[in-house]
């Protein structure tokens, strides 16, 4: 009995420690996935802004400034963007993976219930032999 049981426990043991390896490995692609999005966002923001700043330096005149401030404008513009759509991206990215935790932590605590009820019922029918060969004797 001791034996079944060791292996019982080496068992879920196992199915425990695969769970967890799958939820640090979904979590883990999450995080690479936004520190990428985070990155590739940063370095197109940075693009634009530097190319505008190409544009500003060339500025000999009043005139000039008045046609480049605009630009300058719609680049903020479109950087505030970007931003946005990406923390949106990395928001629905994060709650896809936690949805995927969670119903990976539902499964593993729905077959350990149903094992432990096993074990439970197993032991009882032992308990119950026992009791019947202890009033024969």
Same mark, same amino acid.
């Given at each position: 009995?001791?034996?079944?049981?060791?292996?019982?426990?080496?068992?879920?043991?196992? $199915?425990?420690?695969?769970?967890?390896?799958?939820? *640090?490995?979904?979590?883990?692609?999450?995080?690479?996935?936004?520190?990428?999005?985070?990155?590739?966002?940063?370095?197109?923001?940075?693009?634009?802004?530097?190319?505008?700043?190409?544009?500003?330096?060339?500025?000999?005149?009043?005139?000039?400034?008045?046609?480049?401030?605009?630009? #300058?404008?719609?680049?903020?513009?479109?950087?505030?963007?970007?931003?946005?759509?990406? #923390?949106?991206?990395?928001?629905?990215?994060?709650?896809?993976?936690?949805?995927?935790?969670? $119903?990976?932590?539902?499964?593993?605590?729905? $077959?350990?219930? #149903?094992?432990?009820?096993?074990?439970?019922?197993?032991?009882?029918?032992?308990?119950?032999?026992?009791?019947? *060969?202890?009033?024969?004797?």
């Amino acid at each position: 009995m001791y034996t079944q049981m060791n292996d019982q426990i080496a068992s879920n043991t196992r $199915q425990y420690a695969d769970t967890a390896a799958q939820i *640090n490995r979904i979590a883990l692609q999450n995080a690479e996935r936004v520190f990428a999005l985070n990155l590739e966002t940063l370095q197109n923001n940075t693009n634009a802004a530097f190319a505008y700043f190409n544009k500003l330096l060339e500025v000999r005149d009043l005139n000039d400034l008045r046609e480049v401030v605009p630009a #300058g404008v719609q680049v903020a513009r479109e950087n505030i963007e970007r931003a946005v759509a990406a #923390g949106q991206e990395a928001y629905a990215g994060t709650l896809k993976s936690n949805e995927s935790i969670g $119903q990976l932590a539902k499964g593993q605590f729905e $077959q350990a219930k #149903g094992q432990m009820e096993k074990a439970a019922n197993t032991v009882k029918a032992e308990a119950e032999k026992a009791v019947k *060969n202890a009033t024969k004797a």
